[in-house]
């Protein structure tokens, strides 16, 4: 069973192809290596489906004047699917835990520091202040193994081909319904 991981996200629906926040959405110089589902900030995020956490680390650096500290978590589902929870705060979860459908892992993080925006923040970042944004779910999903695709940069792949290994989530969710915690 496949859970909605955004109780609180602003609807339930994944964005469109080639609209803000899409799969492989087109950023000029980059292209969105998830999809983006808008959400408040502090908003739960729980497990799509049973897995085992298999990775946490730090997903983007405040070094980078207009990005906050975010982290992400991994978990491979029993169908050797994994997901890559990005732009999150409050983990719960460590790695090698069994985790289920509908388990609460996490707290959702603004990936945006307003503060650190100057005119060479990428536009699509500035796109996200401009629609207020400024928090979100990035999920990647890739068959298994997990190995990361490069050149890669927070969410986005700087390349031109995409890989072989990552999934499109909007295949994947389809018929999925947003639910009260599961």
């Keep these: 069973m496949k859970i909605w991981p955004l ?13 803000q926040g899409s799969f492989w959405e087109d950023r000029g110089d980059r292209f969105n290596a ?21 990775d946490i680390d730090k997903f983007t650096d405040s070094s980078v004047p207009f990005l906050n500290d975010t982290y992400y978590l991994i978990i491979k ?34 990936i945006v520091n307003k503060d650190g925006v100057n005119e060479s923040t990428p536009y699509y970042i500035k796109e996200l202040i401009y ?14 193994p997990f190995t990361e695709i ?4 927070y969410g986005n792949f700087l390349g031109d081909e995409k890989p072989n290994s990552i999934i499109d989530p909007n295949v994947y969710f389809m018929g999925v319904k947003k639910v009260a915690n599961a």
């Design 7 to 19: 109780p609180d996200s602003y609807d339930n629906l994944l964005p469109r192809k080639n609209s």
């Design 34 to 54: 998830g999809i983006d589902i808008y959400t408040p900030e502090n908003s739960t995020l729980l497990a799509v489906e049973d897995g085992i956490v298999i």
């Design 77 to 110: 589902s029993p169908e050797k699917i994994n997901y890559k929870y990005c732009e999150l705060d409050n983990i719960k979860v460590k790695i090698g835990e069994q985790v289920k459908a509908g388990q609460e892992l996490a707290l959702i993080k603004s």
């Design 131 to 144: 629609d207020n944004y400024l928090s979100k779910l990035h999920l990647e999903m890739y068959k298994a």
């Design 150 to 153: 490069r050149p890669y940069e």
